[in-house]
């Protein structure tokens, strides 16, 4: 036990140390505005108090360790009828929110945000989760979805709902034409590559100026309507306004509420697709090929239109969240498409559990939802968002619900 | 002498200066257990690349008299030989789907055909009935073969927790749930001990006794080797050394010579 005790105090110590080292040119020095001139102050307490919490955090996981070690598997994996169970109940409760007494115009617009990437999550894992390619450009497919939609009703006058096949069908060709220089890869150098064609596509946006509108992007998008009624204050001539046909005072909440349920219902198509496909030859060969891809050419799947049908896939779906982006903001630029977006759609895959759908949520709920309600610690706001993150991957290193059910069973089988 | 099956004709594999399968020529017949034996490094995996289509052999042909017609091996895709030519394979270090299911493995063997049933899966999406009929047969099919390697218990477990054993068993049921009418096994008896041993004979005389399809067999375990092998074709160094019943090979002195070594001509002479 001595021996255990020492190791974890020289673990705290070492902690503490690299902790002051990194916090000493960060914390450690300010710049201080004097009489004459700006000078550089020390700061040095904040230094010592970054290494107390390093160090005394390792000792105490370092413990709690010792101490829960040989005590079996902490949790077992939950039961599927519970995990069914929440998942309808995350359904019912998504459903009633923006009806809820607490639940104002800016939850209804955050719980928005949140959803956006949920879906773009559960289109991610069809890719990642389920194929096995690793694709760090998946931002690529929301960029074409959105821009599609911006270009076509601008240009053609077509309307929100004849655009989003389109924009999907649109985002689907690019999957595929993106597809065939990543299908010879594999593993690491697939993410690479993706993640270059991502970029590529980015930078077309940004200096195609006569179609895109370089940098400075599409404004004035066309907002959706509901079935042909516009949500807008003074609708359009010759039709009707929402809150006027059904006789209700114009309220700015109907269109967020309204774009709420549009995202609610493309999230769940989503969802569903995933949970279907599961159960059919493709979506079968999908998760054969992430497992192994000479066995499954041994038994007569071809590989390419297994990769090829997965990345069109989740890039129709990317299309479909990046027109109802595009439709949301009213302005879209390249800006929004950035290599920061592809990284964290992964991260909710990767902190979800690789192929959980209910996974994806919550980790979406953590790395978006949190950061939002995080703002009221202002300055701190990141410092928590990274603690959370760091007690995560401590807790649960590989991802939030990582264990996979079966599509069919035996024992349910007819 | 019925017709053969499978026809190798004058087979050359090259990887650069080494001739991995140097004009190599024999043939397998319907019904039978044929053995390809040989020491370490005599080219018989290589041998199983070129007729499964992972290898494109430089020289040669190898045709399948496949009941609906003659199929040229060295011209098709490798996923095409399994799809078309109904040759199936199992590899030499397991490769299963280790994180699906004992079941899903056996139904993503089945893959061609509910690809077909579903109309690629499109009509599968929308729920029609045809699937779940095609999927129903593809479970019993599945649950045929189960009962065959004693793995029904074992359905619903992922396939890579299996016991070895298991894993060996499984991935010749998975190869036959592709409906084969040449069945490829990579030393199917590695890593067995001699009671599971056993049941593999049992198990590959049963295949042959009752689908009536062609086994072809690299292996090591002359236990397994000459219970149950038909015709026995033995490599050494590419080149084929000897063919025939076992009992003949067992007495060739060729055989013996590549097996057990003998005192080196040279230094004899």
């Given amino acids: 036990m001595g021996g255990k005790a020492r190791a974890l105090a020289v673990d705290a110590a070492l902690g503490g140390l690299v902790a002051a080292a990194m916090a000493l040119p960060m914390l450690g020095v300010r710049l201080e505005d004097g009489a004459t001139g700006l000078s550089l102050g020390g700061r040095f307490d904040w230094v010592l108090w970054a290494a107390g919490i390093v160090a005394g955090g390792r000792l105490l996981i370092g413990a709690l360790r010792l101490t829960l070690a040989g005590r079996g598997p902490s949790l077992p994996a939950p039961p599927r009828a519970l995990i069914t169970y929440v998942g309808w109940a995350m359904v019912a409760f998504a459903l009633i929110l923006p009806f809820l007494p607490f639940a104002g115009r800016n939850m209804v617009d955050k719980a928005t945000l949140v959803l956006i990437y949920v879906m773009l999550g559960w289109g991610l894992n069809i890719v990642v989760g389920l194929a096995g390619l690793l694709d760090l450009g998946f931002v690529a497919f929301y960029a074409v979805g959105a821009y599609s939609y911006a270009l076509l009703s601008q240009t053609f006058g077509l309307s929100f709902w004849l655009c989003l096949p389109l924009a999907g069908m649109l985002a689907a060709g690019f999957g595929l034409v993106l597809g065939f220089p990543v299908l010879r890869l594999r593993g690491d150098y697939i993410a690479i590559v993706t993640m270059g064609l991502g970029e590529i596509i980015r930078v077309v946006l940004q200096n195609w100026q006569d179609v895109t509108g370089g940098p400075n992007g599409i404004s004035g998008i066309e907002r959706p309507s509901f079935f042909g009624l516009s949500f807008k204050m003074v609708p359009p001539e010759g039709s009707r306004g929402f809150a006027e046909f059904f006789g209700l005072d114009y309220s700015a909440d109907h269109r967020v509420i309204f774009l709420y349920f549009l995202i609610l219902a493309l999230a769940l198509l989503t969802n569903l697709f995933t949970l279907r496909i599961r159960r059919l030859p493709v979506g079968r060969a999908w998760e054969a090929l992430r497992e192994d891809e000479i066995a499954c050419r041994s038994l007569g799947i071809n590989p390419t239109t297994v990769k090829l049908s997965a990345f069109a896939t989740g890039a129709m779906f990317a299309g479909f969240a990046g027109s109802f982006f595009a439709t949301r903001q009213g302005f879209i630029s390249p800006e929004s498409f950035t290599f920061h977006e592809s990284a964290v759609i992964l991260a909710i895959v990767v902190l979800g559990g690789m192929g959980s759908q209910i996974g994806i949520v919550l980790a979406a709920l953590l790395l978006v939802g949190l950061p939002e309600w995080f703002r009221e610690l202002q300055q701190f706001r990141m410092l928590a968002f990274g603690g959370a993150m760091v007690l995560i991957m401590l807790w649960k290193p590989s991802g939030l619900l990582s264990t996979r059910e079966p599509a069919i069973r035996l024992k349910d089988a007819p | ?269």
């Avoid at chain 2, 493995?105 to 999406?125: C, D, E, P, Y």
């Fill in chain 2, 1 to 269: 002498m019925s017709e053969a099956l499978l026809d190798v004709e004058h087979v050359t594999m090259r990887f650069g200066g080494l001739f991995a399968v140097n004009d190599l020529s024999f043939s397998a017949r319907p019904q039978e257990i044929t053995a390809v034996i040989g020491p370490n490094g005599a080219g018989k995996t290589t041998l199983f690349n070129c007729i499964t289509g992972f290898y494109k052999p430089q020289v040669g042909r190898i045709t399948l008299n496949h009941p609906s017609g003659p199929l040229l091996l060295e011209r098709l895709d490798d996923y095409t030989i399994t799809r078309k030519a109904g040759v199936a394979r199992t590899f030499q270090n397991i490769r299963l789907f280790a994180r699906m299911s004992v079941l899903e493995n056996l139904i993503v063997a089945q893959h061609t055909r509910l690809m077909a049933a579903s109309a690629f899966s499109l009509a599968g999406l929308l729920g029609l009935s045809r699937y779940a009929q095609a999927e129903a047969q593809a479970v019993e099919r599945a649950r045929h073969w189960l009962d065959k390697v004693g793995l029904t218990a074992f359905a619903d477990e992922e396939a890579g927790s299996l016991p070895y054993g298991h894993q060996r068993r499984l991935e010749i049921a998975r190869a036959m749930c592709t409906g084969p009418v040449l069945l490829c096994l990579d030393e199917p008896a590695a890593g067995l001990n001699p009671r599971e041993s056993a049941e593999l004979n049992r198990l590959l005389l049963d295949i042959r006794a009752e689908n009536g399809i062609g086994l072809l067999l690299i292996e090591h375990d002359m236990s397994v080797v000459m219970e149950i092998s038909d015709h026995i074709v033995v490599l050494d160094y590419g080149r084929k050394i000897a063919e025939g019943a076992p009992t003949a090979i067992k007495a060739d002195p060729a055989v013996i010579r590549a097996y057990l070594g003998e005192p080196d001509e040279e230094e004899a002479g």
